[in-house]
């Protein structure tokens, strides 16, 4: 019997790790009926290189204006994608969207901190809640037990830098204070979205992609982001309800909170 296809939505679509995981999960051979590449400006030149890799894969690539800073934008995008996916649902909602800003703690502003947690945290709680009814329709739909990224699944990118217990080996390299708050933060949201919709049968699970060299990454990033979107999605496709609230990183190694 062959696999259910599965819709697929993507935050952050059109650079760095967001683009790299479009290109991936297009080409994988997991049976896909529709990916939506979210980004802010999806006509601007900053989503030159989506838009042309969406035009190679019109029946499947659905570029969509999303501004996860902005809730009416969130909520215009999740009508959308109601229409289109109908009672078959999301099954995978994946949150990578985010902003860093390296500053230590004597130079965070007020306003620094306010932008990181609106981009990193507030804009993935409010995906959250305006895309839960389409999860619950995917994980209805799926009509067998268990929880997987093929039936209903939100994965939110989070770091290394989020873990308390790892601080004093990273800290004096990039200190990022208002980015590893709200990516600990994001952790945290997740681990109360696993509480409180456990018998919905939605998986969450936080992934580190490692240091990449990407725009936000930087040059000096130990891998690229070819080999930490591959690891990523292996990991994706491997995760079951075991894995539930798990942390971990590209590799599938658990990170320590």
């Known amino acids: 019997m062959a696999a259910p296809s599965v819709s697929v939505l ?5 650079r760095g790790l967001g683009l790299e995981m479009v290109k991936q999960i297009v080409e994988a051979p997991r049976p896909l009926r529709t990916l939506f590449a979210c980004c802010r400006d999806p006509d601007g030149p900053r989503a030159e290189a989506l838009q042309t890799l969406a035009k190679k894969h019109p029946d499947i690539i659905s570029v969509v204006r999303l501004d996860v800073d902005d809730l009416c934008s969130i909520k215009q995008c999740a009508q959308h994608v109601g229409s289109l996916v109908g009672t078959g649902g999301l099954n995978l909602l994946i949150n990578n969207a985010g902003v860093l800003i390296r500053n230590t703690l004597q130079e965070t502003s007020p306003e620094e901190m306010q932008k990181t947690f609106n981009t990193n945290v507030i804009g993935p709680m ?3 809640q ?14 067998t037990p268990g929880m997987s990224t093929s039936k209903a699944a939100v994965v939110n990118i989070s770091s290394t830098l989020a873990s308390m217990q790892r ?9 990022a204070v208002s ?4 990516k600990a933060a994001l952790n945290m949201l997740t681990m109360c979205a696993v509480e409180e919709l456990r018998k ?9 992609p490692g240091w990449v060299r990407t725009e936000m990454g930087g040059e000096d990033g130990d891998i690229e982001a070819q080999e930490s979107v591959l690891g990523m999605c292996d990991v994706m496709a491997s995760l079951t309800e075991k ?15």
Request: net charge negative; hydrophobic share 40%.
């Open 200 to 208: 919905d049968e939605i998986l969450f699970s936080l992934l580190h």
């Open 126 to 128: 409010s995906i959250l």
């Open 243 to 257: 894995q539930n609230g798990a942390f971990l990183d590209y590799k599938g190694n658990p990170i320590p909170w």
């Open 167 to 175: 601080i004093q080996q990273t800290y004096e390299f990039t200190p």
């Open 179 to 182: 980015y590893r708050i709200s």
């Open 130 to 143: 305006e895309f839960l009814p389409h999860l619950r329709s995917a994980a209805k739909a799926c009509g």
């Open 10 to 14: 993507i935050t952050g679509a059109n």
